[in-house]
């Protein structure tokens, strides 16, 4: 048995280039989205992967078309979650990124940002952390490697910089922060798909390693608001530092803690 994890984001999917939520494409986008993670199943299950489990991590988290998917395929969808969209990788050996896009600040990306655009940096041991890190050193956190990935240039060339070895795939170039040169998206999927089956053939012969950091973990959080960094200000063992930021230092479940209740939580509540 051989489980991949596939965290699946929108942002990063072709054809995606400003947040359509409530308007008439979103429909067509969670349609690419989940015809990008079919395409990444397919190439999974090719390569040898007896089992999936997809996660939705984009917004509400309920956009992916669930009876689209093989029947290989459960689907975790809902927000407030634990571990934010990594939760349940621990029963899995190898996690995919599908969709996902470039960390806050990143000046040729489309869409950057880093969970939500509440949150203006955010550092791990003083490196620069996307969602593309924070989801390798959750999966690292319980020995799960990251093995392929998929999304935009600046996404690609940003997982790569900490992951050099995996497998991925670029699906568009920015243009601006919300325009892109998207590349045919047939042509995509097939990229997708084969990357995928050349990950999980990898994967099985253990070719990837997990990303951990060393710990202590000291989390750097700087927030648009002054109000935000008073609230994590409440947490203890947190400290801020003048008006927007704050500083956490701990074990990596701790870090993540205080990211998810600033995502799930905090940013929600005003
Ligand atoms: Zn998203």
């Known amino acids: 048995m051989f489980k991949v994890f596939i965290a699946a984001d929108i942002e990063g999917t072709c054809g995606y280039v400003d947040w359509a939520e409530n308007q008439p494409e979103d429909a067509l986008r ?8 079919n395409a990444a199943i397919a190439g999974a299950l090719a390569g040898g992967a007896t089992d999936i489990v997809v996660s939705d991590m984009h917004m509400l988290k309920q956009n992916i078309y669930h ?16 571990w934010m969209w990594m939760d349940t990788v621990q029963a899995c050996d190898l996690v995919f990124l599908i969709g996902l896009h470039a960390r806050c600040g990143s000046p040729c990306a489309v869409l950057p940002h880093t969970m939500n ?11 620069d952390a996307g969602e593309a890190l924070i989801s390798a050193v959750c999966a690292g956190h319980f020995g799960v ?7 935009d240039r600046a996404f690609i060339d940003e997982i790569r910089s900490c992951l050099p070895g995996l497998e991925t795939v ?3 170039e920015a243009v601006g922060s919300c325009a892109a040169l998207n590349f045919h998206p047939e042509i995509c999927k097939s990229k997708i798909t ?7 053939r990898r994967g ?27 609230a994590l200000s409440l ?21 993540i803690s205080v990211i998810s209740l600033f995502v799930n939580w905090v940013s929600k509540a005003t």
Do not use: H
Request: one cysteine or more; glycine letters at 12%; charged letters at 25%.
């Open 145 to 151: 490697p990251v093995g392929m990935a998929s999304g």
């Open 67 to 82: 009876g689209r998917l093989p029947d290989q395929a459960s689907l975790i969808s809902g927000t407030k979650r634990r």
């Open 170 to 172: 670029v699906v568009k």
């Open 30 to 37: 969670r349609e690419e989205m989940t015809a990008e993670v």
């Open 117 to 127: 655009t509440l949150i203006t940096g955010l550092q791990l041991n003083g490196v």
């Open 235 to 255: 947490i203890p063992g947190v400290r801020r530092n003048g008006g927007r930021e704050i500083y956490y230092t701990g074990a990596l479940p701790e870090v």
């Open 204 to 230: 099985i012969k253990g070719e990837f390693k997990p990303y951990c950091l060393q710990e202590p973990v000291v989390l750097r959080l700087e927030v648009t608001w002054p109000g935000y960094a008073e």
């Open 194 to 200: 084969e990357a995928a089956e050349n990950a999980a």
